[in-house]
């Protein structure tokens, strides 16, 4: 343990550094002060090519001043720097691959001595001696296996790239659930597999980088995640670079998109969640927008056109925006997500945002309005011939109801409005209740009466414009009933 810290950084940053160091700190005398007056004077780093890295220390001493080097890292490396024979090797490395087969990340430590003057130039000429293995346990934080499924559901293929151990790392991808948990690559193999394989280990930061781009090459939107200084280049490449707040580096932060605060990779499946609730809501906002602005166009139009009395005043515009605006604006944005909407597949990002079928939805449902209103306002003008503030009324005021229908119709494309009333939103209740408040008021309190240009209403006049808006949004119920009877 002693040449593992002394192989380690002073004050470290990687989390496994800081759990050897902590160990030590519980277990070996006056670690904090450990070798203080020894000073560093070499540092070999990780390389792509070999998986461990030494300090050189000037260690003083009675008899003088020698060299201590401590090495640590991937035991094939360290078996590799001590020289091994292969059947001391291969004996090494069952001992690797039964610790691995628990889940511990396996680390190999090695220590040399040499006298000052005798420093062999390259790292791999030193005589290292092997110390022994340490093993980290690094436990699975609960949700996320269930974070994995829930991916899984979404259409969202979930790739684990890792420095461990295969071993290690096929045990971890069995915890979290991760498929298919039976196939492992090392970093030399990832041009071959990269299209069906899940678990590539071993992996050094340009392999990160090429499988980042390989996986974009494929036609995949690439989410990584990260938190140390070789995953920034990966992190960068990737579609969505996703660092880690609490134990990430400030190079993987400044190189990542997003940065997670909690460290949490259910947080991220919990933001796609969120994100597909938000993408649902802004296209039923947009289809309700296309469906209410349409029977206003046209009754503000069709009037000037025939040359019949006008049906829309700027006080009646000004009326239907004070309910347009908190329904774009509060109520859909408050709606919650779909049953499903972790069960479909990825958007293609290719197609727009708004596409075709959600005007043809949009469009439709405002031509039925504008039908029904529009024979409201023609058979009370000029077949019954209730007078032109009476039409004004009643065509006003099953536009209005009309107008709730299709927030409500709106609220859920895959549930009925009646299934959906029973899903709570604070601010829908609001919105509808205060339109009708608002509507009664101005049909019931002369003054207004006046202001907006309406006559008097009687009940089975009421009672038949909530009839006509209600049939006017009907056939986009019915609509939906039938997708959801051809999608189960």
Request: proline share 5%.
């Amino acid at each position: 343990m002693e040449f593992a810290i002394l192989a380690s950084e002073k004050g470290p940053f990687d989390p496994m550094e800081k759990a050897l160091t902590e160990f030590g700190h519980e277990h070996l005398i006056n670690t904090e002060h450990l070798h203080d007056d020894w000073a560093l004077v070499e540092e070999y780093a990780l390389s792509r090519e070999f998986l461990a890295l030494s300090h050189v220390w000037m260690s003083s001493h009675a008899d003088g001043a020698f060299y201590v080097v401590a090495a640590k890292g991937a035991p094939e490396a360290i078996a590799d720097l001590c020289h091994l024979d292969e059947a001391k090797t291969c004996g090494l490395m069952d001992e690797v691959s039964r610790m691995a087969a628990d889940g511990l990340r396996v680390l190999g430590v090695a220590k040399a001595e040499y006298g000052v003057g005798d420093l062999p130039e390259r790292q791999h000429d030193f005589e290292f001696e092997l110390l022994g293995l340490v093993g980290l346990a690094d436990p699975i934080r609960p949700a996320v296996p269930d974070a994995i499924g829930e991916c899984y559901q979404a259409g969202i293929r979930v790739v684990m790239i890792t420095g461990d151990y295969p071993g290690t790392a096929q045990h971890i991808a069995r915890e979290i659930g991760l498929r298919p948990s039976d196939v492992v690559i090392t970093g030399s193999e990832l041009r071959e597999m990269v299209k069906t394989c899940c678990i590539f280990a071993r992996m050094v930061p340009e392999q990160k980088l090429r499988l980042v781009e390989a996986l974009k090459v494929n036609g995949e939107v690439v989410a990584m995640t990260g938190d140390g200084v070789n995953d920034a280049p990966a992190l960068k490449a990737a579609n969505i670079g996703i660092a880690m707040g609490g134990r990430g580096t400030d190079v993987a932060r400044e190189a990542a998109s997003l940065v997670l605060l909690d460290d949490d990779f259910s947080s991220i499946v919990r933001a796609v969640r969120q994100g597909r609730r938000i993408y649902d809501n802004l296209r039923k906002a947009t289809a309700y927008i296309f469906a209410i602005h349409i029977p206003i166009a046209g009754l503000s139009l069709l009037p000037a056109l025939f040359g019949w009395p006008l049906v829309l005043l700027p006080v009646h515009v000004a009326f239907l925006e004070l309910i347009i605006d908190p329904a774009c604006s509060v109520v859909f944005e408050m709606e919650q997500e779909e049953a499903d909407v972790m069960r479909r597949p990825p958007r293609d990002p290719a197609k727009p945002l708004f596409g075709a079928e959600l005007m043809r939805i949009g469009i439709a449902q405002g031509l039925s309005v504008m039908a029904f209103v529009t024979a409201v306002y023609i058979i009370s003008l000029f077949l019954l011939d209730r007078g032109e503030m009476e039409a004004r009324s009643l065509t006003f005021t099953t536009l209005v109801l009309a107008n709730l229908g299709l927030i409500l119709a709106n609220r859920s494309w895959e549930s009925t409005t009646m299934a959906g009333w029973r899903r709570p939103n604070p601010a829908l209740k609001w919105v509808v209740g205060g339109a009708i408040v608002f509507l009664a008021t101005v049909l019931s309190v002369p003054a207004l009466r006046t202001l907006f240009h309406f006559t008097v209403l009687h009940p089975v006049d009421i009672a038949i414009c909530f009839a006509t808006g209600t049939l006017s949004i009907v056939w986009f119920e019915v609509f939906k009933a039938l997708r959801m009877d051809v999608v189960s």
